[in-house]
């Protein structure tokens, strides 16, 4: 047969037929030992990211335990300090109320003062134009009466 003879055919062709396994069907302790080293490898891959997570995700606390218990002791000791100015403060103002409270008292003793000596002037100038009067018809013409 010459060349020219042969029929052309394509390099690959794809199979009409499903290619069969060339082994038997398996065990069933075959398909329990697959099963569970498939298992096995799947809990040790979701294992081993998920643990790693975690104890990432541990680290972070244990640390930021640390860091909060220093901030509740800046806290605790901030909050002593506000409590002491606090009491600073509240001196102050008691102190300037009771100031307050005496000018208002001061206040309030001049204005007393001050209306009894109006009375007490008021007295005074009665009782001079009671003597002036009683002088007046004492002396007339310079002479007792």
């Known amino acids: 047969m010459s060349a020219a003879a042969l029929p052309i055919q394509p390099a690959s062709t794809p199979p009409t037929q499903p290619l069969q396994p060339t082994s038997t069907a398996p065990t069933p302790q075959q398909v329990d030992e697959a099963r569970t080293a498939f298992t096995a490898s799947l809990l040790s891959a979701g294992t081993s990211t998920v643990q790693s997570d975690l104890q990432a995700r541990a680290g972070d606390l244990h640390a930021n335990a640390a860091a909060i218990d220093k901030q509740e002791q800046d806290l605790l000791k901030e909050t002593m300090n506000l409590g002491k ?23 309030n003793w001049a204005e007393m003062l001050e209306r009894d000596l109006c009375v007490l002037e008021d007295t005074m100038a009665m009782a001079e134009e009671k003597a002036g009067s009683d002088n007046n018809t004492a002396f007339v013409n310079g002479r007792h009466r």
């Open 85 to 107: 100015e606090s009491d600073k403060w509240q001196k102050l103002v008691d102190d300037g109320a009771r100031g307050v409270k005496e000018t208002g008292d001061v206040q």
